[in-house]
């Protein structure tokens, strides 16, 4: 977190466990200071989730890698569409997704002291939202200064789908003719734009259900430890209950063996002649 948070740009430094405090503070002073302007733009800033706000400081920490991953990108998109100077499309493939997995570990590293343990579902919205924004020419500018104000839900390369990438047309072999004109009715093979598509879309399902799964998970750890302390519980009230059942039946023996003795006692008693008997008899 800033020093000080004195105009609206550093509230995107601010963790989320700090920000609605953070903004409301920044607002009054800068009504307080007459800038009206200022403080509607602060005010409309909004709570960053721990994906976004760990996505907002790793290019503010370490924005030469952001923007290597956003060349990355523009790379990869014109290998995409067969432009130059995007090179091979499995090298910039490569590149791409490793320096995806780079911003990604860097980005969690940055998760780690502010708050609880790293979900798989904020992994997923994290690395999301690194891809979309490093491939969205509109969001690269918010990305490089570390001010994105919403995580980006647009999986990956499906923002290069208004482009048409460049088709090459080869020259026609001899003796081809019948062979096109039999292969006419044939559906068309996917372009690398579409395959592309198809994968990252994939993956975006696979980490959503990868996602459940985990809240599934955590929610069954949850309840066997629940059940667990509830068996515990169960275990101590009925040894508790088992000991108050043996001093019940120690006590009932106590009570038992105290009305023999008085039982006994008053035996003696009406057995033995009083003191009048006795000076009577002496007489």
């Known amino acids: 977190m800033p020093e000080k948070v004195e105009r ?127 491939a969205d020419p509109a ?34 072999p001899k003796g081809t003719g019948s062979a096109r004109t039999a292969a006419a009715g044939q559906p068309a093979a996917p372009s690398d734009h579409e395959r592309l598509g198809r994968l990252m879309r994939a993956r975006t399902a696979l980490a959503e259900a990868q996602a459940t799964l985990a809240k599934a998970q955590a929610g069954t750890v949850e309840l066997v430890r629940t059940a667990a302390g509830a068996r515990r519980q169960a275990d101590e009230a009925q040894r508790a209950a088992e000991r108050s059942k043996a001093e019940e039946e120690t006590a009932s023996r106590r009570v038992a063996e105290a009305e023999q003795a008085l039982h006994a006692a008053e035996s003696v008693d009406s057995c033995s002649p009083s003191e009048d008997t006795r000076e009577r008899e002496n007489r």
Request: aromatic share 4%.
């Open 8 to 134: 609206p740009a550093d509230l995107y430094a601010v963790p989320p466990e700090q920000f609605t405090a953070a903004r409301q503070a920044l607002v009054a002073s800068l009504r307080k200071a007459g800038d009206a302007a200022g403080a509607a733009e602060a005010a409309a800033i909004k709570r960053p989730t721990r994906a976004l706000w760990a996505v907002n400081q790793l290019a503010r920490q370490d924005g030469t890698v952001v923007a290597r991953l956003i060349d990355a990108a523009e790379r990869l998109k014109m290998a995409q569409l067969g432009r130059r100077p995007g090179g091979d499309m499995r090298e910039a493939s490569e590149a791409y997704q490793a320096l995806l997995k780079r911003c990604e570990e860097h980005a969690r590293a940055l998760l780690q002291p502010v708050g609880p343990g790293l979900t798989v579902a904020v992994r997923n919205r994290l690395t999301r939202t690194l891809a979309a924004a490093a």
């Open 139 to 172: 969001l690269r500018p918010a990305l490089r200064e570390g001010r994105l104000p919403h995580e980006v839900a647009t999986a990956g390369f499906d923002v290069f789908s208004g482009v048409r990438p460049l088709t090459r047309v080869p020259s026609r």
